[in-house]
């Protein structure tokens, strides 16, 4: 079992900056892939970033790219995502996720645990 906390949203104004933290622990491999997803209300959870372990691989979104930055620490057990130019449309809960599926997986469906979300909220 993998258990992950989220932390770090809040309410910031359009152009600000927020990072967020997931704090994971149990189970866990710095191999394995860890992402970010984000869901707006009446939307489907979508992908924003991932990466393979720390230092290695990392993907993005079309929409976050060049304003968001994905980081992970192995040592510390920690996957953190900063969040540049934000605009009103990064508007969501934030969630962290961890996949034991090999490879760069996008689809939620291909991760296996999640923690709980965080707000975010970009006033215009």
């Known amino acids: 079992q993998v258990q992950l906390v989220e932390s770090g949203g809040g309410l910031v104004q359009a152009g600000g900056s927020l990072r967020l933290s997931c704090a994971a622990s149990?189970?866990?491999?710095?191999?394995?892939?860890m992402g970010w997803f984000r869901q707006a209300p009446g939307k489907a959870r979508e992908f924003v970033a991932a990466?393979?372990?720390?230092?290695?691989?990392?993907y993005y979104a079309d929409s976050v790219k060049g304003r968001f930055t994905i980081a992970r620490d192995n040592a510390k057990n920690t996957l953190s995502l900063q969040m540049n130019s934000l605009k009103p449309e990064d508007t969501a809960v934030y969630y962290c996720?961890?996949?034991?599926?090999?490879?760069?997986?996008?689809?939620?469906?291909?991760?296996?645990?999640w923690g709980q979300g965080t707000q975010v909220t970009v006033s215009s």
């Open positions: 149990g189970r866990t491999f710095s191999s394995y892939p």
């Open positions: 996720a961890y996949s034991t599926t090999g490879g760069f997986p996008r689809g939620p469906d291909e991760y296996d645990y």
């Open positions: 990466i393979r372990w720390s230092g290695g691989p990392t």
